[in-house]
């Protein structure tokens, strides 16, 4: 996967689908160095290998994330009875949360090249069903 679909991807979860927080679980952890190359302007990039887990969820308990939080795991989900932040992630709907793991990647990216696809196709049958009317008047 290239870094660019992954910032589009990302990039959609944050801008387009409006997810306050996103845990990305990357079982293999083949991600890590790629979080220091993204360009999500406004969003937080916590690589949880590298911070205490309690800490966040006394930050995210406390009080409401300042910015737009992307939760980087370099390893599985957890079991529910290990994992410190489940009661945090049942305080955020649906609608503010979003989970990813590098499996969901590719198929979010080909979803967002049909959405751009389509996008492109209304714009096309729209600019010829204008111009239609204009040439039909000159004859």
Do not use: C
């Not at 969003?43 to 980087?72: C, D, F, H, W």
């Not at 955020?92 to 979010?108: K, Q």
Request: proline share 4%; no cysteine; hydrophobic share 40%.
């Amino acid at each position: 996967m290239q870094r660019d679909q992954l910032q589009q991807v990302l990039q959609y979860a944050f801008f387009t689908d409006m997810h306050w927080i996103v845990f990305w679980y990357d079982a293999p952890g083949h991600f890590a160095d790629a979080l220091l190359e993204l360009s999500l302007d406004g969003v937080q990039i916590l690589n949880m290998a590298r911070e205490s887990t309690l800490g966040v969820k006394m930050s995210l308990e406390l009080g409401e994330p300042e910015a737009p939080t992307l939760l980087y795991f370099p390893h599985a989900e957890l079991a529910s009875e290990e994992d410190w932040l489940l009661d945090s992630i049942r305080r955020y709907n649906e609608s503010a949360l979003a989970e990813m793991r590098t499996d969901y990647v590719i198929p979010l990216t080909t979803k967002l090249a049909s959405y751009e696809e389509k996008l492109e196709q209304d714009k096309d049958a729209s600019t010829s069903a204008a111009v239609k009317p204009k040439a039909s008047r000159k004859s």
